[in-house]
């Protein structure tokens, strides 16, 4: 069974899932050289533009989310997302996020996004 979860970049696990910082932008008070998880594909994080417009705020976000699906499904051949499918197929995955905000955040949308092709994927 695939699990993806989502955490903040101080509260996952050192060991057990993979871990991936899908943020746009590098967490503030993290040091590049020993960062708490194997890889950074922020590739697949919501446009500077979408992020923006969004500013976290809770009015917004079931907009935000319908856009940044729509993002998310015009990106699906890039190369982040092909890399960000093979590591959901092959284990277990945590995408970590610097937002405070898991619930209203886009680390939510993409895991869904992502559960939501595999099964469709593996149904075909």
């Known amino acids: 069974m695939r699990e993806i979860g989502v955490a903040r ?3 996952a696990p050192a060991d057990g899932p993979y871990r991936v ?19 950074w594909l922020k590739d697949v ?7 923006r417009w969004y500013g976290h705020d809770p009015s917004r976000y079931e ?6 699906g729509a993002e998310l499904a015009s990106a699906i051949d890039t190369p982040a ?5 093979d590591l959901a197929r092959g284990r277990p995955l945590v995408l ?3 937002t405070a905000d898991l619930e209203r955040s886009h680390v939510r949308t993409l ?3 992502l559960e939501e092709r595999l099964r469709r994927d593996e149904g075909a």
């Open 111 to 113: 895991a869904a996004f």
């Open 96 to 98: 970590l996020t610097a």
């Open 9 to 11: 970049v101080g509260h």
């Open 21 to 39: 910082l899908v943020d746009r932008l590098w967490p503030r008070g993290i040091r590049k050289v020993g960062a708490p998880w194997d890889e």
């Open 63 to 68: 907009v935000f989310r319908q856009r940044y």
């Open 45 to 51: 994080a919501p446009s500077t533009e979408l992020r």
């Open 81 to 85: 997302m092909r890399r960000l499918f």
